[in-house]
Every structure is written in structure tokens, then in C-alpha cells.
């Protein structure tokens, strides 16, 4: 069955360094890849998606993500982090080519150290 | 402002008594989608909608109900309430709509509605 797994469920990571979630999808064709993230007590924000073309994707608030073919995963990634990033990351897939369904990954939650 | 919203967006109440969970875009989007969120099984979508008229299963649709008799707004519904349907629900939109193109390629979320059923 087609899934995606974030396999870290809290990350903890101090301010100011690098982080890197992880995505990994099955699926034998290339799926359409979205990032998500939700503020304590908001909705869902965009942060970036791809499609197609360059493999390095940029988003919004300083994200970006790579997709690598090779290993099905799209990792999302920022240099530094600041207080704000305190969230949950949800990686999702759309399978099945442009009438699939949305599939979201079960999500990792991000605390930031002062 | 465009936007997608939600109301109630919290919501306390008992195991049959019937309610419903509004949802309100004024973006003039064709697609309209609702989601449940539970504590490590992320988000899975309840019924969505490709326009007015049509509604469809989603990946879990028992116990819940929908309506879309006008473009912007997209109740559902829940008939008889039960514990297990306690949980942060989610309204979607997106202007993607057409035979051929994924409405999820572009889908704006709602605030959310935190439902409680004791």
C-alpha cells in the first residue's frame, strides 16, 4: 500500500542550529510532494511542494527540501532555526499521478531550545 | 482576506446528540475537502467535494455526513456523535477542480474545530 512515513516523531534541536526532517514515500513513480507545518493552534501552512523539474526545492520561512529519487525521500531542511519554527512538520503525497489521492505522513513535532 | 473558515472551532458534547461543523470559503474554489487529525496517525480525509452537488467518500467516512448545495460552504455533519469521533477536524479548499487536475496541488486549510464527544 502507498504510504509515507516520517519516521521521527519529536525532534528537539537548539536555536539557531541546522535542522533536517526526514520523508520517505513507496511508491514506483515519482508522487507529487508537499511540506506542511502547523502552529499550536492553527491550521495547516504550505511550506513548499514539488513536481517536477530542479530536485532542490525552495519554501516559505527559509525552508527548502530535496527530493532524491534514489532513496524516495524528501527531506525538509533550514540552516538555522529560530524560536518560531516550534511546530508540527507534515510531509505529504499525492500518488496516482494528478487524480490521486492526498496522503499525509503521521507528522513530527519540532520543539526549539533557547 | 481569502481565506477558509471553521465554526465552531471548539466543540464539547455528548455520545447521539446530533451537530454539525461548518465550512465557509471565499475563494469561489470548486474543490472542497474534510480532514480528521488524531495523535500519530496524521491527517485523513473524511468526504471531499470536486463542486456543488457532488460529494464522495474519503478514507474514513463512517459516522459522518456532508452537504454541498452552494459553492462556498460545505457542513459536515454528524448524526450521532460518538467517543471515537473525538478529535481536530479540518476543512479544505482548492481552486483546482477540473477532470484531470489534482485538487490537491493547491489546497488551503482551515483553522481547525477541536470536537470533544464524552
Known amino acids: 500500500a502507498q504510504s509515507v512515513t516520517q519516521p521521527d516523531i519529536h525532534i528537539t534541536v537548539s536555536e539557531g542550529a541546522s535542522l533536517e526532517l526526514r520523508c520517505n514515500y513507496s511508491?514506483?513513480?515519482?508522487?507529487?510532494l508537499f511540506w506542511y507545518v502547523q502552529s499550536p493552534g492553527q491550521g495547516l501552512q504550505l511550506l513548499l511542494k514539488y513536481f517536477s523539474g530542479d530536485t532542490l526545492v525552495q519554501g516559505i520561512k527559509g525552508f527548502e527540501a530535496e527530493f532524491k529519487r534514489s532513496q524516495s525521500s524528501f527531506n525538509l531542511r533550514k540552516p538555522s532555526v529560530h524560536w518560531s519554527d516550534a511546530a508540527e512538520y507534515f510531509c505529504?503525497?499525492?500518488?496516482?499521478?494528478?487524480?490521486?489521492?492526498?496522503?499525509f505522513g503521521k507528522g513530527t513535532k519540532l520543539s526549539v531550545k533557547p | 482576506e481569502a481565506q477558509v473558515t471553521q465554526n465552531p472551532r471548539y466543540l464539547i458534547t455528548v455520545t447521539g446528540k446530533k451537530l454539525t461543523v461548518t465550512c465557509s470559503q471565499n475563494?469561489?474554489?470548486?474543490?472542497m475537502s474534510w480532514y480528521r487529525q488524531d495523535p500519530g496517525l496524521g491527517l485523513r480525509q473524511i468526504y471531499y467535494s470536486m463542486n456543488v452537488e457532488v460529494t464522495d467518500k474519503g478514507d474514513v467516512p463512517e459516522g459522518y455526513k456532508v452537504s454541498r448545495k452552494e459553492k462556498r460552504n460545505f457542513p459536515l455533519i454528524l448524526e450521532s456523535p460518538s467517543p471515537n469521533q473525538t478529535s481536530l477536524y479540518f476543512c479544505a479548499s482548492s481552486p483546482v477542480g477540473r477532470l484531470g487536475i489534482s485538487p490537491h496541488l493547491q489546497q488551503y486549510f482551515g483553522p481547525g474545530t477541536r470536537l470533544t464527544v464524552t
Open positions: 505529504a503525497v499525492v500518488y496516482g499521478g494528478s487524480q490521486g489521492n492526498l496522503i
Open positions: 511508491y514506483g513513480a515519482t508522487p507529487y
Open positions: 475563494m469561489n474554489h470548486e474543490y
